[in-house]
């Protein structure tokens, strides 16, 4: 099986969280340290999950991915990530429950392989799933559930394909019935509308082969069997119909691919069919398949980019079994390691029921590990095929077993899978006729091709005695066990003169701890003799552990009768079967001159002692309390479910280490009707007897920040990550505003497995409203500014009771100018309040919740923001509010002061790790000391609001909050934790989003950063946005970076700007993408020659409905020369990018004698930098109607000039162009770049 090297690159959309970051020093700061690389292409790729939550990924130093989920109004919710091997997947809270159900396919939240297969938001608009229903609802497989369409039916599995929309409408049909609440403890989770599971109808991959000699092929033909008349259908990428192979040897081709023909423009299934039935008639005879007889049936489910989706296979299989009458079926392909359930595995069972017919699938290149063996492979009726190569010995690429779940025996036979040479597509890559390949692709149809074989000399042998017969008559592989090499090396001549075969494998299962049977279990073997004569065989196990006589036989001799059968028992005792552990070995059976006539695989096993625990959580006051439960261990997800109100939950499982962690609800710091959030891990719970461990809430201890100057928590995220040795686990929660307080329970000591993390992540700003009455502070506050928000500075305002709120209480009460109180009511909505209380003339209203935590002051969000209210807006928790409703009814006069700071000044970006361990002392005080300090310059064109978004690395990884509002022209100051290596996003709604390198912060020094002021042109941050890998290029090319240090930029699609990338090698046009497509890739479908060639990359960028006044129009051409790198290596061509410094004003303009630094460079990494030789400019004043040449003098890596600007002149456009000594160049023309004064 064959994985493509995939690079992701996608294109970002805008107001997304941010990929990467960078601050630009102040002359008095020491430079800021670079960190890793972004996300290939230098965006981020954003997945929309079946649950409508968007996960925008970047790549971490590890190699793995980085993850922020959003819901979708763009708010951070809490998620579960693991980390299994390279892959992450990221489960958001409502999702886990059914996860661990077994109710959704993991694969639906892999986001490696989501963007791996170009199922994230760039690349399609809706997810492909299949659904299998429940025999209630079998009849519903034509019925598409609301929010998703019906593609196909397949009835082989009662179940059907849908394209899902990505809103988040389809997951709330399936989980209607569930309340709103996943984790329902003591409940049955089940999915609406009669389905049993969802599972992604993911990519399914090719697999590779050579050696008819090698497994007795040419002595069948000897005999004339050539499998004639027998049908073969293969499933697979298409065939070459011309090819001089196939003249004549196809009976019939369907393509199953939507868009696509018959047509093999990958050449893999061609390969695969000339193995099982090519003529060899292009090499005069000499490399003619298996089976040159059979008849071909070529059904197409892999494209020409080597995939497919696991419902286009399916339908292929119905098609070549029930509509061809194929006896054979081969699959050179398969998809992840499954436990024989899934959808593509049901569907080989349930057709091989039906039907008779055999179906020869590749085990897949997932080797030398175990439980690798893929889908459709892992199914019971198929015959699923390990790769050796010319010596016998396994490959060290091919799939292993045992089959996950059941720890089945998987693969069943192993075949020739190294150096195999068949047919070549002519519309693949290469030349000739024909072609190497390696993989257990080209292993499966050598045992296809042998059962056609087969069934042309016994045509009277059902697809399930085919498989009996070759399996049972294999060549040993002593280096391989049968859960790696199955019974062994396929034996074609020894299979086709062989009178007696067996049932296949002997395996006696792995029962349950304390249910392992007592005393002696058996499981029979049948043998079967198809010979005319009776055979008495010599019978003897073998295993590879245990004790010696652990599997024995009935007998150590049997006679199987001519043309009929005899059973041999197997027996063990599970008293004496070593425990989680799996032993195995064969039954041999010799005949009287000692050969051996058949092999039959043997396993046996058992699970191990379990032990009980038991979860229990109390709330602060000691009482039973529920939450959101997750329990995992060193093998993965035990549970995620609730724990409800009975406090208490139990778990059988094995001995070992495992860590929890609850989520839950608590009484909040400011009352009984504050809500705070509880955040409560046990790290470590060493399972070696029944245990119980307790959340108790009385012990969690409240996380307080401090800083230098008076601030107000304005967003804050926490993280959890836990090793037990097996990959990370990582939490990620995002207490919402209606949270005063977060409260987590110390751990105690720190862990002695593996390792553990909690990360927490504030933004404290500088208070836009205080309040106070009598020196009482009235802090749980939360409040939303009116258009015309209080001025700035010390208010003093009466109080005064509105009770609802509503216009008739304002009749005999005089509120103009004043504070009006009023409280929270289901008859008067918090809009109507608002009018009336303007309409009395009050300079502030504030709300008093009559629920439980904090009330929101305001409807709408930082994404999709609601106009402003009439009069500023402040809402109180219900016990800090009666208490001043109480204080005003019970007073002649309250008297309010209020500090009113409608632009805060500053703000403080912090982080924290608790390494190990979580300490009793959770307050977090700050210095000055602790910080660095960012001179923060806003710039656009026009004032407004921006977005901005900083992300810090973290103990669990990056560590964000939801994106904080800010001028979009102004300025600030912001303080961020020093020592830590930050990202930074700013974005204008609408119109341009900006993003900055990451940049480690020294604590103690001071730095700057300017955000979307001029010079914005094409911009790149890392390398990885533009390589060559063998024969194809891809580039991802951002448009607008503006004149902050190390910043790209984006702006808004479809009508505002136009985007367009072209590549030329010389002259000839290559490849270019559409308008609004900064993405160009060339593939092999379309190769690039391998020598070393001159190449123009040309980004061409416009902005057409922006009526921003600058950089209106570029382009901006690269040149470099390009050959085929090495073999699995990534070249990156040293392109030289510009930067401009140029002193402008708030408006973007400079003055007309202003100095203009050119700053040309490499991007970081190149493959070949080299230094800058020659830089010229030009400068024009008019557009580009006339050019000046100006005088460049060197200034440090940079060329000064001074520009001298006509009186009437109102912009300035540049020409630029640099050169280095490899002969790398770049052609930059910007439009009105900046303006003048």
Known sequence: MRKLLAVLAAQSVLLLPPAVASAAPAESAPPASPAAAPAPGGTTPTVTLITGDKVSATEAADGGLSAQVRDAEGR???????????????????????????????????????????????????????????DAAASRKTTAPEGARAVRALDSIQGAALDADRSGAFWSAL????????????????????????????????????????????????????GQGVDVAVLDSGVDTGHPDFAGQLAATESFVPGETVRDGLGHGTHVASTIAGTGAASGGKERGVAPGARLHIGKVLNDNDSGQESWIISGMEWAVRDQKARIVNMSLGADPSDGTDPMSVAVNELSAETGALFVIAAGNSGPNPYTVGAPGAADAALTVGAVGGDDKLA??????????????????????????????????????????????????????????LAAEHPELTGQQLKEALVSTTRATPDASPFAGGSGRLDVAAATTATVFTSGGANFGYPQWPTAPEGPVAREVRFTNIGDSPVTLDLA???????????????????????GTAPVTLTTDFDRVPADRLTSGFLTATDAAGAVRTRTAVAVGKEGVRHRLTLKATDRGGRPTGGELVLFGEDGVVAAQDIDTTGTVDFRLPAGTYAAWLKTDLEGANGPHSRGLGLLPIPEITLDRDRTAVFD????????????????????????????????????????????????????????????????????????????????????????????????????????????????????????????????????????????AAAAGARLLIVVNDGVGRLAPWPGSIWVPADPPPVTVATLTRDEGEELITRIRNERRVRLDVTSEPEPGYSYELVRDYDGAVPADLAHRVTQRDLARIDVSSRNWRPGRALETRSADGATGSITIDPVEVPARGERTEW?????????????????????????????AVYEERWFGPVQRPRLLTPFTVYRQGNGIRASIPGWGDSGAGHEGYVGWGGVSDNRLKLYQGDRLV?????????LSVNSLNPLSPEPLPYRLVSENRRDGWAGPYSTETRTEWGFTSGEPAPDTVWNPSLIQLDYAVDTDVDGRAKRKADLIVTPLHLPMATEASAI????????????????????????????????????????????????DRGNSVDQRITRAFGLR
């Open 541 to 563: 196990v073998s295993l590879d552990g245990g004790p010696a006589d652990l599997v024995t036989p009935s007998a150590r001799q049997v006679t199987v009768p001519a043309h």
């Open 1071 to 1079: 490849a270019e993408t559409n308008r609004y497509e900064p993405m």
């Open 76 to 134: 951070l919710v809490g998620f579960t990530s693991q980390r299994v091997g390279r892959d992450t997947y990221v489960y958001p809270d409502g999702a886990l429950p059914y996860v661990a159900a077994g109710l959704l396919d993991k694969r639906l939240f892999n986001i490696t392989e989501l963007l791996a297969d170009g199922y994230d938001d760039a690349h399609r608009d809706r997810l492909p799933v299949i659904v299998t229903y429940t």
């Open 697 to 836: 809430a009385a012990k969690a201890r409240r996380v307080t920040v401090a800083t230098p100057q008076p601030s107000n928590l304005d967003g804050s995220s926490f993280g959890l990550v836990r090793d037990l040795g097996s990959g990370p686990w990582v939490a990620g929660w995002y207490p919402g505003p209606e949270y005063d307080s977060v409260w987590i329970l110390p751990t105690g000591q720190k862990v002695t497995k593996g390792s553990f993390a909690v990360a927490a992540r504030w933004r404290m700003a500088q208070p836009t409203l205080t309040l106070s009455a009598d020196g009482h502070g009235y802090d749980d506050l939360r409040m939303r500014l009116a258009a015309t928000p209080l001025p700035r500075g010390r208010h003093h305002l009466d109080a005064v009771f509105a009770d609802s709120g509503s216009g008739d209480r304002y009749g005999a009460l005089n509120a103009r100018g004043k504070a009006v109180v009023v409280r929270r009511n289901d008859g008067v909505p918090l809009a109507e309040q608002a009018t009336a």
């Open 396 to 453: 060290d690429f091919s799939s292993q077993g045992p089959r996950v779940g059941d720890k089945a025996l998987k693969p069943d036979l192993t075949a020739p899978g190294v150096g195999i040479l068949a047919a070549r597509s002519q519309y693949s890559g290469g030349e000739g006729l024909y072609r190497l390949g390696d993989g257990t692709s080209m292993a499966a149809p050598h045992v296809a091709g042998a059962a056609a074989l």
């Open 976 to 1004: 961020v934790t020093g020592g830590r290596t930050w990202t930074t996003m700013v974005a204008i709604p609408d119109e341009q989003e900006q993003r900055a390198a990451p940049t480690t912060y020294r604590a103690g």
């Open 1173 to 1220: 030789r020659t830089v010229t400019l030009d400068v024009s004043y008019d557009d580009g109607v006339t050019w000046r040449h100006a005088k460049l003098q060197r200034d440090g890596d940079g060329w000064r000039t001074r520009l001298d600007a006509p009186r009437d002149a109102r912009f300035v456009t540049l020409r630029t162009v640099a050169r280095d």
């Open 175 to 226: 989980t209607a019935g569930a309340g709103g609440n996943a984790r329902t403890a003591g409940k049955r989770l089940s999915l609406g509308g009669g389905i049993a599971k969802v599972w992604l109808d993911g990519r399914v991959e090719a697999t590779l082969a050579d050696s008819t000699a090698q497994i007795g092929a040419p002595e069948v033909w000897k005999s004339g069997n050539t």
